[in-house]
């Protein structure tokens, strides 16, 4: 039996104008739960009721303990590149008194990125914390309901983070652009 060759396929990427025109023109729909990584325009993984739980949780303590030194901004957008615009659960930005009303964010306005992950941990893994630290986001936290542990990442160089730490219950987590702002990791995990 004769094996058919299969042709080489060419993936059209998409980039932030144009991902932002299909929304415009209906293509993408508002409430579509999609983000654009790397040209590609990606479902995001539903969301379950510890997933929220815990983007409340960290809202509430980061909202509380910030006040006006940072933007919080939960479940938005950022621009890393011409090709990317995730939506981390979680960034902690530069204060700007627009609010970014005139244009997104860019990593150098990140002070931190906030990723939690109960279903989506291998995507936020494989595919998001690359892209961030490609990007040079400073420092991203991967909260793992799973394993009840949050991953503190930085020091982004050559498309990864050169320091790893994974902080557990019972112990304090802090980013490194806010050295005051110690938070225990049994108040995110609830």
């Known amino acids: 039996m004769a ?15 144009e991902y932002h025109r299909m929304a415009e023109i ?35 303590l980061l ?8 933007i ?22 530069r204060p700007r008194e627009d609010y970014y009303e005139t244009a997104l964010p860019s990593p150098a306005d990140v002070l931190l990125l906030i990723e939690v992950a109960d279903t989506s941990l291998a995507y936020d893994r494989g595919l998001k914390l690359p892209l961030y630290a490609r990007a040079g986001i400073p420092e991203v936290w991967i909260v793992d ?10 020091g982004p160089a050559d498309g990864a983070y050169r320091s790893v730490r994974h902080v557990a219950r019972g112990q304090t987590i802090t980013p490194s652009a806010l050295p005051s702002l110690a938070i225990a990791v049994d108040a995110v995990l609830g």
């Open 72 to 93: 919080l901004s939960v479940q938005n957008s950022i621009r890393t590149d011409q090709y990317s615009e995730p939506e981390p659960d979680v960034a902690v930005l």
């Open 26 to 60: 209906g293509v993408l729909l508002e409430d579509e739960r999609v983000e654009l990584i790397e040209g590609e325009i990606l479902w995001m993984s539903a969301k379950g009721s510890q997933h929220n739980a815990c983007i409340n949780r960290l809202t509430a």
């Open 145 to 154: 309901l799973t394993n009840e542990v949050i991953e503190q990442h930085a």
């Open 63 to 70: 909202a509380n303990r910030l006040g006006d030194t940072a």
């Open 3 to 17: 094996t058919l060759e299969i042709p080489k396929v060419t993936r059209r990427r998409f980039n932030v104008d």
